[in-house]
């Protein structure tokens, strides 16, 4: 027996078209107009007052709006989606790419290279935003240019211990999952967009390497920091763990599992107890924690709360559980707390935890986690039922 349009599911349906109306009808019209530069960028953000920051342009930023662009787009707005992702795709390649293949750090107002050096996060993410332009503007060309990367990657930057080392920016003692992770995502949207063996290959082989090396078995948390052996960092830096981050491996987890890997539903529920036990607080996801369940931070970001709608709702749909879309819903109304703003379609990024806002402006950043959190609502509410 499936139950439809009353409870739970009619809830988290009713979350989804809110969540879907705010981002196309609200936040996509203002990102693409006042959050737009004549030379084709994206701003990296915008004041609360409604003002864009003309200083910098980040690479993974760029790449992160033309994602949150394609899945804007994949939602039904009628705005001129294709042309803003395909201008800013254009950029990156012709502009950013430096000759040894890498593609450089940051960008001035014009589209020139500000910072060139090469960092492994803004790869990862260039990777990502190529995956998503190759699909949405059926463009094999950027499947081509993302192998290219990946070419250059595998010959440069890869480490004996497994995975890569991070380039050119970040400190090279400590590794980190997070780089790690947004190649796992790339090369999964990689491979489902173009069908290109490589690309599976990449995201099995980052997998097994997470499962390997930076999850914390008996917790089921995911290990933020690492020496060089990919051993966890000395001290208490080895044992962080940031419930967003858990969320998000789950979510990805649970994609893998979808597509046919056997580990991929049990790794999601160990990362994602975890994270639920631990790190939600005052109806939001925080910060960081140790592996002991002890809080290290308790203020929250916007992302996380992204990452929390994901894994909830890829679980609804392995799960068909009415309590994995009450959690859900739970989520959504959690990260709408921090579209209370001004001007609608901004945001605010840092809640404390004695309840007050940092004063900031609204990262351009955060709109690639509202847009995927969005778009999996999307996608899992079109003729969704719970099992009975």
């Known amino acids: 027996m ?11 349906r009713a979350a989804a078209a809110e969540s879907r109306d705010w981002l196309c009808n609200v936040a996509a019209p203002l990102w693409a107009t006042r959050g737009r530069t004549p030379s084709g960028l994206f701003a990296e953000r915008i004041s609360l007052a409604g003002i864009a920051d003309p200083s910098y342009f980040r690479t993974f930023v760029q790449a992160r709006h033309i994602f949150s662009f394609c899945a804007i787009g994949e939602m039904g ?20 790419r430096r000759a040894d293949g890498f593609f450089v750090h940051r960008l001035d107002a014009n589209g020139a290279p500000l910072d060139g050096r090469a960092d492994l ?22 499947f081509d240019v993302a192998e ?9 930057w890869s480490h004996p211990a497994g995975g890569f080392t991070e380039g050119e920016i970040v400190d090279s003692r400590i590794r980190r ?10 090369a999964q949207a990689l491979a489902e967009a173009s069908g290109r063996a490589r690309f599976e290959a990449l995201a099995q082989t980052i997998g097994s390497l997470a499962i390997d090396r930076f999850l914390d078995r008996e917790s089921g948390a995911l290990l933020e920091y690492f020496d060089d052996r990919l051993v966890p960092a000395a001290g208490e830096e080895g044992k962080i763990a940031e419930p967003g981050h858990c969320f998000e491996w789950a979510w990805l987890f649970e994609r893998m599992a979808k597509g046919g890997w056997p580990q991929g539903a049990a790794i999601s529920d160990a990362l994602t107890g975890f994270a639920r036990r631990t790190g939600i607080a005052k109806g939001v996801a925080i910060n960081e924690v140790l592996v002991d369940g002890t809080v290290r931070n308790a203020d929250a970001r916007l ?13 609804f749909q392995r799960l068909g ?11 959504v109304a959690g990260l709408q707390r921090y579209f209370d703003v001004a001007i609608p379609g901004l945001w605010r990024d840092k809640l404390k935890a004695d309840g007050s806002w940092v004063e900031e402006l609204a990262p351009g950043s955060s709109l690639y986690h509202i847009a995927c959190a969005v778009l999996e609502l999307h996608r899992a509410t079109m003729g969704a039922a719970i099992s009975a």
């Open 321 to 331: 559980a009415a309590e994995e879309a009450v959690e859900a819903v739970a989520a």
């Open 177 to 186: 999952q997070n780089p790690h992770m947004h190649l796992f995502e790339a």
């Open 148 to 156: 290219a990367l990946l070419s250059v990657l595998e010959r440069h």
């Open 77 to 96: 707005w009628q705005g001129p989606w294709q042309a803003l992702v395909g201008e800013t795709i254009d950029l990156l390649i012709a502009r950013a």
């Open 2 to 12: 499936d139950v439809y349009d009353r409870g739970p599911l009619g809830d988290l």
């Open 121 to 142: 996060y803004d790869q990862a993410f260039v990777l990502f935003a190529l995956g998503a332009a190759g699909a949405a503007l059926q463009r094999s060309d950027c």
């Open 303 to 315: 992302w996380p709360q992204t990452e929390r709608i994901k894994a909830a709702v890829a679980r």
